[in-house]
């Protein structure tokens, strides 16, 4: 095992908002689902982890409701009880993902658009410290993106292409182009039209990473990281 380069892979789910003088604002997200595996990129899983954040599920439940997959609260609760996912604090997620980064030797963290969860883990970690601690990660994590990284390989093929047009799933610019979310590419690179994402932290790094793997494949020149040696007090 230690010859392996190991990554690990994350997904957040958030709910829109930050009540400032009893009004939602919307242009802030909190985690509540914090999910996370221990992968290398050939797509073999070595360590799983699934978080919801107490101080947001439990302690914010007036934001909550403006999570865009709200209606899946009473999942997250079964969850809890069965044991699939545990209902910690967030100082208590991260000194576990940071652990697991120890403990795998590595500094590399990918995500599907990793811009927007970076950005919502350092701003949940500023608002429950009060701004005492302004970023999540530890300085010299790299922050892979894949759908940069899919950008650069995946969406510049025939095939794909092809299957976007044929699919409707091209965006809507002036002059269109193949889509990009997890959940087409998973849909293109396995075959299955019926596959949707399930917008819970750990399943979605499931996908996220047979992404990871298939560029890859690709021997090519790709776009990695978002924030390279990123700081963290």
């Not at 009893?22 to 997200?29: A, Q, R, T, Y």
């Amino acid at each position: 095992m230690s010859r392996r380069k190991f990554l690990i892979g994350l997904d957040t789910e958030t709910c829109n908002g930050i009540m400032v003088n009893e009004k939602l604002d919307l242009n802030c997200s909190l985690v509540y689902d914090l999910g996370w595996a221990v992968v290398d990129k050939y797509g073999e899983v070595y360590k799983k982890q699934s978080f919801v954040i107490f101080e947001t599920f439990v302690g914010m439940k007036d934001v909550m409701q403006s999570a865009y997959y709200a209606e899946k609260i009473p999942q997250y609760w079964e969850d809890i009880k069965s044991g699939k996912r545990k209902l910690v604090t967030f100082q208590t997620a991260r000194k576990a993902l940071l652990a697991d980064m120890k403990e795998f030797k590595t500094n590399i963290v990918f995500a599907h658009n990793a811009s927007f969860d970076l950005r919502a883990l350092n701003t949940t970690y500023r608002y429950i410290t009060k701004s005492k601690y302004r970023y999540f990660f530890r300085w010299g994590t790299e922050i892979w993106d894949t759908l940069k990284m899919s950008q650069d390989t995946i969406c510049k093929q025939k095939s794909y292409i092809e299957y976007c047009k044929r699919n409707g799933y091209m965006t809507k610019h002036k002059t269109p182009r193949p889509r990009a979310t997890a959940e087409i590419l998973y849909r293109y690179l396995t075959g299955n039209e019926n596959f949707d994402e399930s917008h819970t932290g750990l399943e979605d790094v499931l996908i996220e990473k047979e992404i990871l793997r298939h560029c890859f494949r690709q021997h090519k020149k790709m776009r990695k990281n978002v924030f390279e040696k990123r700081a963290a007090a």
